[in-house]
């Protein structure tokens, strides 16, 4: 198991900001180099573990503790240090730099001239020397070129245009020359001044020994030959033209073409041959009964009267031809050939599609000499061999005499019907009959309100917001409804669904037929009426108040006062006539002889002279005496002593009281 290393995230790049790099790559003065740099990466790898297991072992005393150790590997996390390259530009060496530029160092400065490339004075005229500082020769001027030393006398060496040192005669050569007499080109993989440059070119380009620019290998391009070809060209400079055709892809060198899938040949010009198809036409068609093999995709185009992926299957029943698209027509039960459609008929029968029955119509046999026992309003066939019925859509028993069973339908009563709710559907077409009190095609939908019965054709008739059932029209009274059509209200005395409830109202109240309410009738109240009316009050629900002045309150029911004896009127707030006294002044006055009775309790008071209980008796003068009123206490009759508010009737005492005018007398 190798450690493959998955690098997951740099996490520090270092040395990477090192000096802006603003020198012209361009100039002939700066030269590149690689430089190495280090990343801190974290990487996954494979960790190594020791894995203890428990397993079965031979010695039957530690069976179970036998282990075995394995190593195993899990995904573990590190930091690393990764080496990366970048290319880096300087001044070449014997350049300096200065500003963006490099220019050449001369170790010896030149006295009257100029530094041109390193360690070279070009001298002003009429000096010499390697650093300019000594006067000319002869004339003090220097050596026409190609002459040095002392009077000029000396043909110079340098080849390939180099200069030579007008004093020394050592040859300053041009770039791309190395050597004594700069004879030599650089060495291979160099170039430039003095050959110091290293070539940049990849991909074996050779390099311009005074330049450095890359002429590429075939099959390259680019300023370092760093890329191929681009596609559709390939070879020298990349000016071959790519001849594969088909899609296929040349080699950037050689041009040798690579095809897709289904195509060969030098050029992919040719398809795959028979039988194969794919890259390089590497793999076998598996197309069965000389069905036809795409030769890019391998896909089988199977030969009509077959189907299937690789065309191993006949065509499906009722069906053939090519992809089997065609419908076979062969009846009572012929074959039908996968292929061409031929029918094979069943014995009995003839003609193209076997449609024809052997016998006439009606017969049956090997000489046609039976009575078909079919009926023949639902049949279709019957069998010229057997006699055997086949009974048309709907029909089914050996004699095709009867109908479909109840949920199916269709030729041969094969197919279900699709009907919900009790719904039988029709023998022939399937259609649903629905039971009563559903519709729509499947029956799923309940009859609207108010309609009902078989198809939902017929109206309801119940009232008072009945609920009619959806089946038979039947009226589910509410509450106080009764009656087949809810049209009756419940008869008084009960109340509630169906009238069932017992009305508990008292004292003639009314019971609501709907929730069993009393509503009281004047004088009571009460949930159920049982109770009278409080004092004080009276009528409808005790609503009214009693309006009496000299009374015990008033009727509950009619509000008429109750008066005290000696009052009377609707109010009793009148006293009773003269001659009447006691309850409602019902009662005559008995006093005689012009004296005058209590309307309260009757009691008379005698006229001047005339005394006793009923002012019979004369008075005698006699008598007359200090007059004392005497004045007992006694109760009416029926009536409580000492209530508050009632009033105490005044009787004499013992009748002896004697009115005479201004004067009493006592006897
Ligand atoms: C002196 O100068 C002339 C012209 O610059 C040149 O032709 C000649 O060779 C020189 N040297 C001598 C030794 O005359
Ligand atoms: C196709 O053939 C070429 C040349 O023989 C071979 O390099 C390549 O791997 C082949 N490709 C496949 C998918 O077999
Ligand atoms: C065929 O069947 C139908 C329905 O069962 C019946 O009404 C008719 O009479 C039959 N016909 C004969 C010829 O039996
Ligand atoms: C169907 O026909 C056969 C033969 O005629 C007869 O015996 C049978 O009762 C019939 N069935 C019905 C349901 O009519
Ligand atoms: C009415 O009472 C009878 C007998 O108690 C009962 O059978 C019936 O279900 C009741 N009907 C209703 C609507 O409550
Ligand atoms: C007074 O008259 C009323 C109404 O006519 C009657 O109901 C009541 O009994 C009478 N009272 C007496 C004490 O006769």
């Not at 791309?176 to 440059?197: T, V």
């Not at 036409?281 to 093999?293: A, E, I, P, T």
């Not at 729509?440 to 917001?465: F, I, K, Q, R, W």
């Not at 508050?644 to 009748?655: D, F, K, L, T």
């Amino acid at each position: 198991m190798g450690s493959s290393i998955a690098v997951l995230a740099l996490l520090l790049v270092l040395g990477f900001a090192t000096g802006v790099q603003s020198l012209n790559p361009d100039d002939p003065n700066v030269c590149s180099h690689w430089e190495s740099y280090a990343v801190t990466v974290q990487e996954s790898y494979a960790h190594p573990f020791d894995q203890i297991y428990y397993t079965r072992c031979t010695d039957i005393l530690n069976w179970f503790k036998c282990t075995r150790h394995r190593i195993s590997y899990k995904t573990a996390y590190r930091r690393g240090v990764r080496t990366m390259y970048r290319r880096r530009s300087q001044c070449c060496p014997g350049y300096f730099e200065s500003g963006d530029l490099c220019v050449p160092l001369c170790t010896e400065e030149c006295v009257h001239g100029r530094c041109v490339s390193p360690d070279t004075c070009q001298c002003e005229p009429g000096w010499g020397g390697l650093d300019c500082s000594s006067a000319n020769t002869a004339n003090g001027t220097g050596c026409e070129s190609d002459y040095w030393g002392p009077h000029c006398s000396n043909r110079c060496q340098c080849q390939n245009g180099a200069k030579c040192n007008p004093i020394t005669g050592a040859c300053v050569c041009t770039d791309g020359y190395q050597g004594w007499r700069c004879e030599e080109p650089c060495e291979y993989g160099y170039y430039g001044k003095a050959c110091q440059l290293p070539c940049q070119c990849l991909n074996g380009a050779t390099c311009n020994h005074e330049t450095g620019e890359c002429i590429c290998a075939p099959g390259y391009t680019g300023a370092f030959c760093g890329e191929r070809c681009p596609s559709g060209s390939h070879g020298p400079q990349c000016e071959q033209r790519c001849p594969c055709q088909n899609g296929g892809t040349c080699h950037h060198i050689t041009g040798d073409c690579s095809c897709p899938a289904g195509w060969t040949g030098s050029v992919c010009a040719q398809p795959c041959p028979l039988g194969k198809y794919g890259i390089n036409c590497s793999k076998d068609c598996s197309c069965r009964n000389g069905g036809l093999c795409d030769h890019i995709t391998g896909q089988c185009q199977c030969a009509a009267g077959f189907s299937g992926r690789r065309c191993q299957d006949d065509c499906p029943v009722g069906t053939f031809g090519p992809q089997c698209n065609q419908r076979c027509e062969c009846q009572n039960g012929a074959k039908c050939h996968h292929i061409n459609g031929a029918c094979l008929c069943e014995t009995g029968f003839k003609g193209p599609n076997c449609q024809e029955r052997f016998c006439p119509p009606g017969l049956y046999g090997l000489i046609c000499d039976k009575y078909c026992p079919c009926n023949t309003t639902n049949t279709v066939s019957c069998h010229p061999l057997s006699g055997e019925c086949t009974c048309s859509a709907g029909w089914t028993g050996l004699y095709c005499n009867e109908t479909c069973p109840p949920g199916y339908y269709g030729e041969g009563c094969m197919l279900p019907c699709s009907c919900t709710n009790g719904a039988d559907c029709h023998p022939v077409t399937g259609a649903c009959i629905c039971a009563p009190g559903f519709m729509g095609e499947d029956c799923a939908t309940v009859c609207l309100p108010g309609l009902y019965g078989p198809n939902c054709m017929s109206t309801c008739s119940c009232h008072n917001h009945a609920t009619c059932s959806p089946v038979d029209g039947s009226c589910i009274c509410r509450e106080g409804w009764q009656g087949v059509d809810c049209s009756i209200l419940c008869s008084s005395g009960t109340w509630g669904l169906g009238c069932n409830q017992t009305c508990l109202c008292g004292n003639g109240a009314a019971c609501d037929p709907i929730d069993g309410t009393c509503t009281c009738s004047p004088g009571w109240r009460g949930e159920h009426c049982h109770e009278s009316c409080p004092d004080g009050t009276y009528g409808l629900e005790c609503r009214e108040r009693c309006d009496c002045s000299h009374a015990d309150g008033c009727d509950p029911v009619s509000g008429y006062c109750r008066c005290y004896p000696g009052w009377t009127g609707i109010h009793c707030d009148n006293v009773c006539p003269q001659g009447f006294w006691g309850p409602n002044c019902s009662v005559s006055c008995s006093c005689q002889n012009g004296g005058s009775c209590s309307p309260e309790d009757g009691t008379c008071v005698c006229a001047p002279g005339y005394r006793g209980t009923s002012c019979k008796r004369i008075c005698l003068r006699l008598l007359w005496a200090t007059a004392i009123v005497v004045r007992s206490v006694s109760t009416a009759p029926g009536y409580a002593t000492g209530l508050p508010g009632h009033r105490q009737s005044a009787s004499s005492a013992s009748g002896s009281l004697c009115n005479q005018g201004s004067v009493l007398c006592v006897l």
